[in-house]
């Protein structure tokens, strides 16, 4: 279903240039939670944008359902659901108002935007605020109506950055149980996201990436013999411990 | 998957890339969807409702009541309906008796018939007489008591005092005038003495508006005496039967712009642009940087909707919004006048329908360029506060144009036509006076509709790039950090700073130079030379520094390498001959000015030009040929060759294709040449930029710039020296008459020793030129910040 191949991408600042994602490469199938790990900065937020189509990749290409994002950006983002912690919503609208709102922009009629949002309100317990201007929402019930958002046009695809980010115990559990039900639902998942233990729970297959490498890649089971560590927490401290110990000395992929 | 897909959608998919009749619908309604959202957004935002609608509210009567008590006071006009004073000096001539005495049986006419009709006013059963009567009988006498104000459909009723003048000399009255002692005279006219049988009066007046408006008052009284039961009132007064008083009026003291009475046809479209612009300025800002900010901007953008349907939508929002805010305005003003009768002064009829509908139009036109100048600004932005703090100079800028255009003596012609913002308020201003020239009102509208059309392009690219999402990336300070390998070119942002810097260092050049003193030889070779320093400072010095700060190598930044013969050649060739070309062109450049602004303006052009001309070949014809060689032809070759064809050129040609930097190049070359003479000289662009686009063909062919700096010495070194060998040169029996076009076998041979030297660089190989680019290593370079 997604399919990343060879990404990469520098960004010019100035004088300045960053290898934010290096040679990237892995897949995603349908029903399998892909959980995109690594610290602050490792270039998961740009590897999310360019396999959505938002940046254009200077080198590889990411694929969903056999569109390329950066030749047929707007078949991808039909076939995606992007979240992300930073995904506001809009102040003056009403939760239904932006509900609707993108369900017309991804092109579904009034009698459908009409019984998704109902049946999402059902799932993500929209009820009690829909209606209310998205200014005087709660972080959490924000970032629902975000997932909701994503979801109104039924994608194959989630891409969801770090959905969690500020939300307490309760709110990011109602994320997470979710998350589960778009697994069962046989949808294709990449996942960024700190919550390890969690992820843990919760995704098929780990990659983890740092200074824009993907240093590790495979199943937990295949993480913990690789790294002889026995749980991410772990293997994401050895990871940035490492280089900061080594910072001058490259590193390899692992598992590449 | 895709059977959960709803049926529109897989239509729309199966369609995709061809443009079927459901998918343009769809796109159009999906705009629609976006614009409503937008202004759904904006209008929902109470800070959108301040500007909206509060400040039209607020801010006009306020505007009117200050425009009432100090302005008006300040120019000596008040309202009509409030009846003013004014003294009147008046002479009868006191070597003519019977003059003399009809005279002042005339002004003892209109006092008698003020003090009498006042008692009976409207007694007579005839309607229109006894108006008149009336309006006459509200007069009042010297020191008189309270006017009462009514019958305003005739002359507005004013007290005034009387200052007779016993001098023989009708010349006293127009100095009394002249000297403000009183605000109007009357008198005699002497020229017609000779066949004075009735009353030929000559109203003075000073050229102000007080002293206009009690001319055209007394003015009006006469011609109500004349009008109203005239026979009777002349026998009263002595004059024989059927006179009729003959008055003609004139103005003394100096004499002033007349359109400078308008302000308010001035200061009306300033204000209405001003609070268009603010109207447009919040939902910019909030529209882009402000969903940057909170996270929208990606989740629409994640949406199957391309980024210039997005742009375009949030432009037609703010656009939307501008347009509201002009049309509350405009209502709001347009009340305000009417409600405050300022319309009144300035006379009546400026402020209809039809008016306000030309203002309207002109304010959607004006809006449209500054939303999409906004939008392509705040695009630019990642966050409100630094939209804000973009958004500020550019509003201050904008003010500039604003206040030129209100300057007395403005009008819509010339280089004033395509000033951005100018334009559209001098064209407003025309409009409500009731004076537009329809040629340079089309220039005015479509030089606007040219730059909305580019600040549309500019705010797409903007919004279009990676960085519209790239929040980390990088700061203005960055591009100042000193790189570590050596540059091969300037890098462009440093070329622009080089640029940027030349205009401010030019101007106080030009201030400095102004302040020296230019009596003596002398003087005048020590200011030259210093305009030479000046030159090299601004062109060579400080490119140079800003090369070297940039870790850049000055050969091959500043294209320094040994050309080829065959481009010194043609740099020879070229610039013997191409000033025929050059200065033909500018001829020509003045009939294409003349035709478009009128034989007046074109002479008035002209003049200015050749006066200027003729004031600078005086002061150079005393001074030695070597300073002018060296001050107008070898310094300016030099050094503008170092900068435009040098670092300018050769830093776009690292990222902009061949005819792209030699075009950018020549027109911000013809640019410099508009602006450098202290004022603006227009009719330098098109000839200057054409040498600048032949300077760059060369450069890049011969990737030097010495070819350039011989073509470009050689043309100036002719040109000066035509002109400072003219007197001896003009006695030449073949050579053309000092105001004569060129002759066309001049022009004819230029052109083709020019095109010898064209066909030699265009048959010339380019030398095989390193290219490898620096490579910037992520890790040392982010060690070095």
Same mark, same amino acid.
């Given at each position: 279903?997604?399919?990343?191949?060879?990404?990469?991408?520098?960004?010019?600042?100035?004088?300045?240039?960053?290898?934010?994602?290096?040679?990237?490469?892995?897949?995603?199938?349908?029903?399998?939670?892909?959980?995109?790990?690594?610290?602050?900065?490792?270039?998961?937020?740009?590897?999310?944008?360019?396999?959505?189509?938002?940046?254009?990749?200077?080198?590889?290409?990411?694929?969903?359902?056999?569109?390329?994002?950066?030749?047929?950006?707007?078949?991808?983002?039909?076939?995606?659901?992007?979240?992300?912690?930073?995904?506001?919503?809009?102040?003056?609208?009403?939760?239904?108002?932006?509900?609707?709102?993108?369900?017309?922009?991804?092109?579904?009629?009034?009698?459908?935007?009409?019984?998704?949002?109902?049946?999402?309100?059902?799932? %993500?317990?929209? &009820?009690?605020?829909?209606?209310? +201007?998205?200014?005087?929402?709660?972080?959490? #019930?924000?970032? /629902?109506?975000? =997932?909701?958002?994503?979801?109104?046009?039924?994608?194959?695809?989630?891409?969801?950055?770090?959905?969690?980010?500020?939300?307490?115990?309760?709110?990011?559990?109602?994320?997470?149980?979710?998350?589960?039900?778009?697994?069962?639902?046989?949808?294709?998942?990449?996942?960024?996201?700190?919550?390890?233990?969690?992820?843990?729970?919760?995704?098929?297959?780990?990659?983890? %990436?740092?200074? &824009?490498?993907?240093?590790?890649? +495979?199943?937990?089971?295949?993480?913990?013999? #690789?790294?002889? /560590?026995?749980? =991410?927490?772990?293997?994401?401290?050895?990871?940035?411990?490492?280089?900061?110990?080594?910072?001058?000395?490259?590193?390899?992929?692992?598992?590449? | 998957?895709?059977?959960?897909?709803?049926?529109?959608?897989?239509?729309?998919?199966?369609?995709?890339?061809?443009?079927?009749?459901?998918?343009?619908?769809?796109?159009?309604?999906?705009?629609?969807?976006?614009?409503?959202?937008?202004?759904?957004?904006?209008?929902?935002?109470?800070?959108?409702?301040?500007?909206?609608?509060?400040?039209?509210?607020?801010?006009?009567?306020?505007?009117?009541?200050?425009?009432?008590?100090?302005?008006?006071?300040?120019?000596?006009?008040?309202?009509?309906?409030?009846?003013?004073?004014?003294?009147?000096?008046?002479?009868?001539?006191?070597?003519?008796?019977?003059?003399?005495?009809?005279?002042?049986?005339?002004?003892?006419?209109?006092?008698?018939?003020?003090?009498?009709?006042?008692?009976?006013?409207?007694?007579?059963?005839?309607?229109?007489?006894?108006?008149?009567?009336?309006?006459?009988?509200?007069?009042?006498?010297?020191?008189?008591?309270?006017?009462?104000?009514?019958?305003?459909?005739?002359?507005?009723?004013?007290?005034?005092?009387?200052?007779?003048?016993?001098?023989?000399?009708?010349?006293?009255?127009?100095?009394?005038?002249?000297?403000?002692?009183?605000?109007?005279?009357?008198?005699?006219?002497?020229?017609?003495?000779?066949?004075?049988?009735?009353?030929?009066?000559?109203?003075?007046?000073?050229?102000?508006?007080?002293?206009?408006?009690?001319?055209?008052?007394?003015?009006?009284?006469?011609?109500?005496?004349?009008?109203?039961?005239?026979?009777?009132?002349?026998?009263?007064?002595?004059?024989?039967?059927?006179?009729?008083?003959?008055?003609?009026?004139?103005?003394?003291?100096?004499?002033?712009?007349?359109?400078?009475?308008?302000?308010?046809?001035?200061?009306?479209?300033?204000?209405?642009?001003?609070?268009?612009?603010?109207?447009?300025?919040?939902?910019?800002?909030?529209?882009?940087?402000?969903?940057?900010?909170?996270?929208?901007?990606?989740?629409?953008?994640?949406?199957?909707?391309?980024?210039?349907?997005?742009?375009?939508?949030?432009?037609?929002?703010?656009?939307?919004?501008?347009?509201?805010?002009?049309?509350?305005?405009?209502?709001?003003?347009?009340?305000?006048?009417?409600?405050?009768?300022?319309?009144?002064?300035?006379?009546?009829?400026?402020?209809?329908?039809?008016?306000?509908?030309?203002?309207?139009?002109?304010?959607?036109?004006?809006?449209?360029?500054?939303?999409?100048?906004?939008?392509?600004?705040?695009?630019?932005?990642?966050?409100?506060?630094?939209?804000?703090?973009?958004?500020?100079?550019?509003?201050?800028?904008?003010?500039?144009?604003?206040?030129?255009?209100?300057?007395?003596?403005?009008?819509?012609?010339?280089?004033?036509?395509?000033?951005?913002?100018?334009?559209?308020?001098?064209?407003?201003?025309?409009?409500?006076?009731?004076?537009?020239?329809?040629?340079?009102?089309?220039?005015?509208?479509?030089?606007?509709?040219?730059?909305?059309?580019?600040?549309?392009?500019?705010?797409?690219?903007?919004?279009?790039?990676?960085?519209?999402?790239?929040?980390?990336?990088?700061?203005?300070?960055?591009?100042?950090?000193?790189?570590?390998?050596?540059?091969?070119?300037?890098?462009?942002?440093?070329?622009?700073?080089?640029?940027?810097?030349?205009?401010?260092?030019?101007?106080?050049?030009?201030?400095?130079?102004?302040?020296?003193?230019?009596?003596?030889?002398?003087?005048?070779?020590?200011?030259?030379?210093?305009?030479?320093?000046?030159?090299?400072?601004?062109?060579?010095?400080?490119?140079?520094?800003?090369?070297?700060?940039?870790?850049?190598?000055?050969?091959?930044?500043?294209?320094?390498?040994?050309?080829?013969?065959?481009?010194?050649?043609?740099?020879?060739?070229?610039?013997?001959?191409?000033?025929?070309?050059?200065?033909?062109?500018?001829?020509?450049?003045?009939?294409?000015?003349?035709?478009?602004?009128?034989?007046?303006?074109?002479?008035?052009?002209?003049?200015?030009?050749?006066?200027?001309?003729?004031?600078?070949?005086?002061?150079?014809?005393?001074?030695?040929?070597?300073?002018?060689?060296?001050?107008?032809?070898?310094?300016?070759?030099?050094?503008?060759?170092?900068?435009?064809?040098?670092?300018?050129?050769?830093?776009?040609?690292?990222?902009?294709?061949?005819?792209?930097?030699?075009?950018?190049?020549?027109?911000?070359?013809?640019?410099?040449?508009?602006?450098?003479?202290?004022?603006?000289?227009?009719?330098?662009?098109?000839?200057?930029?054409?040498?600048?686009?032949?300077?760059?063909?060369?450069?890049?062919?011969?990737?030097?710039?010495?070819?350039?700096?011989?073509?470009?010495?050689?043309?100036?070194?002719?040109?000066?020296?035509?002109?400072?060998?003219?007197?001896?040169?003009?006695?030449?029996?073949?050579?053309?008459?000092?105001?004569?076009?060129?002759?066309?076998?001049?022009?004819?041979?230029?052109?083709?020793?020019?095109?010898?030297?064209?066909?030699?660089?265009?048959?010339?190989?380019?030398?095989?030129?390193?290219?490898?680019?620096?490579?910037?290593?992520?890790?040392?370079?982010?060690?070095?910040?």
């Amino acid at each position: 279903m997604i399919s990343i191949q060879h990404l990469s991408k520098t960004f010019q600042s100035g004088q300045r240039s960053l290898l934010a994602v290096d040679d990237v490469s892995f897949t995603v199938v349908k029903g399998e939670v892909y959980g995109l790990l690594g610290p602050n900065g490792a270039g998961k937020t740009t590897m999310m944008r360019m396999i959505l189509g938002l940046l254009k990749p200077d080198l590889g290409f990411a694929q969903i359902d056999g569109h390329r994002s950066d030749q047929q950006p707007d078949e991808v983002k039909r076939k995606v659901g992007f979240v992300s912690a930073s995904a506001g919503v809009y102040q003056w609208l009403t939760g239904w108002e932006m509900l609707s709102f993108f369900g017309e922009i991804y092109g579904l009629s009034s009698s459908e935007i009409v019984s998704k949002i109902d049946e999402l309100t059902e799932i %993500l317990s929209l &009820g009690e605020f829909l209606n209310q +201007g998205c200014a005087t929402l709660s972080t959490g #019930q924000k970032q /629902r109506l975000s =997932l909701a958002r994503a979801l109104i046009h039924d994608p194959p695809v989630m891409i969801l950055d770090e959905p969690t980010l500020g939300l307490d115990v309760v709110g990011s559990q109602v994320i997470f149980n979710y998350i589960d039900v778009l697994k069962e639902r046989s949808k294709a998942i990449i996942l960024c996201t700190h919550r390890l233990e969690q992820a843990q729970r919760v995704c098929s297959r780990f990659g983890l %990436l740092h200074k &824009g490498k993907m240093v590790l890649e +495979g199943t937990l089971a295949e993480l913990k013999s #690789q790294t002889g /560590r026995n749980d =991410l927490v772990e293997m994401f401290v050895d990871l940035i411990d490492e280089k900061r110990v080594n910072a001058e000395r490259p590193v390899q992929a692992v598992n590449h | 998957m895709t059977e959960s897909l709803p049926p529109e959608k897989s239509d729309e998919r199966g369609a995709a890339g061809v443009a079927s009749v459901p998918g343009v619908r769809r796109r159009k309604y999906r705009l629609r969807r976006l614009v409503l959202k937008e202004l759904r957004e904006t209008l929902r935002d109470r800070r959108t409702i301040v500007t909206l609608i509060l400040m039209p509210l607020l801010v006009y009567p306020a505007l009117s009541l200050v425009f009432k008590t100090y302005l008006l006071s300040n120019i000596g006009l008040v309202p009509t309906d409030e009846p003013i004073s004014f003294r009147i000096a008046y002479s009868g001539d006191t070597s003519d008796a019977d003059v003399s005495t009809a005279f002042e049986q005339i002004v003892a006419g209109i006092q008698g018939a003020t003090r009498n009709n006042s008692t009976d006013a409207g007694v007579d059963g005839v309607p229109g007489e006894a108006a008149a009567s009336e309006s006459l009988g509200e007069v009042v006498q010297p020191g008189g008591g309270k006017a009462i104000p009514n019958q305003e459909q005739f002359v507005p009723i004013h007290r005034h005092s009387w200052i007779p003048v016993s001098q023989t000399s009708d010349d006293t009255v127009e100095r009394l005038v002249e000297l403000g002692v009183a605000d109007v005279g009357l008198y005699l006219s002497r020229e017609e003495r000779r066949a004075w049988q009735v009353g030929d009066l000559r109203i003075v007046a000073r050229n102000d508006v007080f002293s206009e408006t009690a001319a055209n008052y007394l003015a009006s009284k006469f011609k109500l005496l004349n009008e109203f039961d005239i026979q009777q009132r002349l026998k009263k007064v002595g004059l024989p039967d059927g006179a009729v008083i003959k008055v003609s009026s004139l103005i003394v003291g100096p004499e002033s712009e007349p359109k400078s009475s308008f302000p308010l046809a001035s200061l009306v479209p300033l204000v209405l642009v001003l609070m268009t612009i603010t109207g447009a300025v919040y939902p910019a800002i909030d529209l882009t940087a402000g969903e940057r900010e909170r996270g929208t901007l990606e989740t629409l953008m994640a949406a199957p909707v391309p980024r210039f349907g997005i742009l375009f939508s949030k432009f037609l929002a703010v656009l939307t919004v501008a347009i509201l805010t002009a049309v509350l305005n405009l209502i709001g003003m347009f009340a305000t006048i009417w409600a405050f009768q300022l319309d009144k002064q300035f006379g009546g009829g400026m402020f209809n329908a039809t008016v306000m509908f030309q203002i309207f139009l002109l304010l959607i036109l004006f809006a449209a360029f500054f939303s999409a100048l906004l939008l392509a600004v705040t695009s630019f932005a990642k966050s409100f506060k630094e939209a804000q703090v973009y958004l500020i100079p550019i509003i201050l800028l904008s003010l500039g144009p604003g206040l030129m255009a209100m300057a007395p003596g403005m009008s819509l012609d010339g280089v004033y036509s395509v000033v951005p913002m100018m334009n559209i308020l001098l064209l407003a201003r025309d409009v409500i006076i009731g004076e537009v020239v329809v040629i340079p009102a089309v220039i005015a509208v479509l030089s606007t509709l040219t730059y909305a059309f580019l600040a549309i392009q500019l705010a797409a690219w903007i919004f279009g790039s990676d960085g519209i999402l790239n929040a980390g990336s990088g700061s203005f300070a960055e591009m100042f950090l000193r790189p570590i390998k050596v540059n091969r070119v300037v890098p462009i942002f440093a070329t622009l700073f080089c640029l940027v810097l030349l205009f401010p260092i030019n101007f106080a050049s030009i201030g400095y130079l102004g302040r020296l003193p230019a009596e003596t030889v002398g003087d005048l070779q020590y200011r030259y030379l210093l305009m030479g320093l000046f030159t090299f400072i601004a062109f060579m010095v400080v490119p140079w520094a800003v090369a070297k700060h940039q870790n850049t190598n000055i050969k091959t930044g500043f294209g320094l390498n040994p050309p080829r013969i065959i481009f010194l050649v043609a740099g020879v060739l070229i610039g013997i001959s191409l000033w025929t070309i050059v200065m033909s062109l500018t001829s020509g450049w003045h009939e294409v000015y003349g035709y478009l602004f009128g034989a007046e303006k074109q002479d008035a052009w002209h003049h200015r030009l050749v006066e200027v001309a003729t004031a600078q070949l005086e002061r150079i014809s005393q001074i030695s040929p070597l300073v002018i060689l060296i001050c107008f032809s070898i310094i300016p070759a030099i050094c503008e060759e170092w900068f435009f064809r040098g670092m300018l050129f050769r830093s776009l040609l690292k990222t902009k294709a061949v005819w792209k930097a030699v075009l950018i190049s020549a027109v911000v070359f013809g640019a410099f040449h508009t602006l450098s003479n202290s004022a603006i000289a227009i009719d330098r662009l098109i000839p200057s930029t054409l040498v600048g686009i032949m300077l760059g063909y060369l450069a890049y062919k011969s990737d030097s710039i010495l070819p350039g700096i011989i073509l470009h010495s050689l043309n100036n070194a002719i040109v000066i020296f035509l002109a400072y060998y003219e007197p001896s040169l003009s006695e030449l029996p073949w050579f053309p008459d000092k105001d004569a076009p060129i002759p066309l076998s001049w022009v004819a041979g230029g052109a083709l020793i020019s095109a010898v030297g064209v066909a030699l660089i265009w048959s010339a190989k380019r030398p095989i030129v390193e290219t490898e680019e620096v490579e910037l290593d992520s890790n040392t370079m982010i060690e070095a910040v």
